[in-house]
Nanobody
Framework: QVQLVESGGELVQAGGSLRLSCAASGRTFSGYGTGWFRQAPVKEREFVAAITWSGGRYYSDCVKGRFTISRDNAKNTVYLQMNTLKPEDTAVYYC???????????????????WGQGTQVTVSS
């Protein structure tokens, strides 16, 4: 089992920046693909970004150019740097991990076996 714990969410003004962290514990994180998803009130969960073990990245169109996903394999931690935040970025952000590496299917939540509890990001206008 892999346990994921997100942190870094808070209230920020539009145009500001935040960095979310996702720390993994339990079984080794080695070789796992990871991703960030988010869910706003009364909306369905949506894909944000994904990164492979070797560092391949993929972003949703709504965050491309503003968000950067990265990982520190030695620390078993994945990050999401969010810049130029907009009110529509307000959501609970979830980290997810899957044993299948690679970017194929990385946008599909059901392909991930492990999920964190989420961290709230609120962007005020």
């Amino acid at each position: 089992q892999v346990q994921l714990v997100e942190s870094g969410g808070e209230l920020v003004q539009a145009g500001g920046s935040l960095r979310l962290s996702c720390a993994a514990s339990g079984r080794t994180f080695s070789g796992y693909g990871t991703g960030w998803f988010r869910q706003a009130p009364v909306k369905e969960r949506e894909f944000v970004a994904a990164i492979t073990w070797s560092g391949g990245r993929y972003y949703s169109d709504c965050v491309k150019g503003r968000f950067t996903i990265s990982r520190d394999n030695a620390k078993n931690t994945v990050y999401l740097q969010m810049n130029t935040l907009k009110p529509e970025d307000t959501a609970v952000y979830y980290c997810a991990a899957r044993r299948l590496d690679g970017l194929g299917g990385a946008t599909i939540g059901s392909f991930y076996e492990y999920w964190g509890q989420g961290t709230q990001v609120t962007v005020s206008s």
